[in-house]
């Protein structure tokens, strides 16, 4: 099959099946010798599908590469599997816990601002020209990511004083 009928199949666009050729997680298919089209077979399809539902999951290329790999060794231990997917959910029972955390202070500020006014005197604008204090910080760092490291961003403490 044609580029297009595997991304039709798949439910993703052409660009996407060519991304993951390109990051080495779908191999790369035949190329036909007159037109250079590329021709995909069910294997690659399979492969596709098995790619997408890790994305998902939010899984990071590594971890699906990982994972991929644990395919071809039907026979290997799945201990490391587990382990993968034990980190995996860690790391995501912390972005959940991060974003529970920025609601309330984004709550918070909202809280600010409760009717329809000027912005000279919106409370919001107000309390974010303040000037950092001790309680103003970053989030704690994300538990370690097969995918490596991630980007803090400074955020409000939901029990900022005024």
């Given at each position: 099959?044609?580029?297009?009928?595997?991304a039709k199949?798949?439910?993703?666009?052409?660009?996407?099946?060519?991304?993951y050729e390109?990051?080495?997680?779908?191999?790369?298919?035949?190329?036909?010798?007159?037109?250079?089209?590329?021709?995909?077979?069910?294997?690659?399809?399979?492969?596709?599908?098995?790619?997408?539902?890790?994305?998902?999951?939010?899984?990071?290329?590594?971890?699906?590469?990982?994972?991929?790999?644990?395919?071809?060794?039907?026979?290997?231990?799945?201990?490391?599997?587990?382990?993968l997917i034990?980190?995996?959910?860690?790391?995501?029972?912390?972005?959940?816990?991060?974003?529970?955390?920025?609601?309330?202070?984004?709550?918070?500020?909202?809280?600010?601002?409760?009717?329809?006014?000027?912005?000279?005197?919106?409370?919001?604008?107000?309390?974010?020209?303040?000037?950092?204090?001790?309680?103003?910080?970053?989030?704690?760092?994300?538990?370690?990511?097969?995918?490596?490291?991630?980007?803090?961003?400074?955020?409000?403490?939901?029990?900022?004083?005024?």
């Open positions: 099959m044609k580029i297009g009928e595997l199949q798949v439910g993703c666009p052409v660009e996407t099946v060519r991304y390109r990051e080495g997680l779908l191999p790369a298919a035949l190329r036909d010798s007159v037109n250079n089209y590329r021709h995909y077979d069910h294997s690659h399809l399979e492969r596709l599908l098995f790619i997408r539902r890790c994305r998902a999951l939010d899984m990071t290329h590594e971890e699906i590469r990982v994972l991929l790999q644990a395919r071809v060794e039907p026979d290997a231990s799945c201990e490391s599997i587990n382990e034990d980190a995996h959910l860690h790391h995501v029972q912390a972005r959940i816990s991060e974003l529970k955390a920025l609601e309330e202070q984004l709550a918070e500020l909202r809280g600010h601002c409760q009717t329809a006014q000027a912005t000279r005197d919106c409370g919001i604008l107000r309390e974010l020209d303040q000037p950092a204090d001790a309680e103003w910080h970053a989030p704690a760092a994300a538990p370690s990511h097969v995918a490596g490291s991630r980007c803090g961003h400074e955020s409000i403490p939901a029990s900022r004083k005024h």
